[in-house]
């Protein structure tokens, strides 16, 4: 059995890839379009939580601090709090739905 774990090829030989078969792959992935496009959607949204801290932080420094406003501070530090608890739960449903579709193709 463990003769098959092993690769007994040339370790520098390049993959020939050609354009039916990945025609053939995408055709396996058809049905989870809608996934596919969701998860996209969603890993940009992550992307956009993450450029938000920068901004917070500069308003905080740049308006916030100098003007002594308590309620902009508390809603500021609210933003910093709750920026990485929705990227930790954007992360999650983004590894669900990425091993939901993978899984889905092998088995399709």
Do not use: C
């Not at 058809?30 to 996934?35: D, F, I």
């Not at 309620?71 to 609210?78: D, G, T, V, W």
């Amino acid at each position: 059995m463990w003769r098959y774990a092993y690769f007994h090829g040339d370790p520098d030989q390049k993959a020939k890839v050609s354009w039916p078969l990945v025609r053939r792959v995408l055709s396996y992935a058809r049905p989870y379009r809608g996934y596919l496009a969701l998860t996209l959607v969603l890993i940009l949204v992550q992307s956009g939580l993450g450029l938000l801290t920068p901004l917070i932080f500069r308003d905080l420094i740049d308006h916030t601090l100098p003007a002594q406003d308590m309620q902009r501070l508390n809603l500021l530090a609210f933003g910093l709090v709750l920026i990485p608890i929705l990227n930790s739960v954007l992360g999650i449903v983004i590894r669900r739905l990425n091993s939901g579709i993978g899984e889905g193709v092998i088995y399709d």
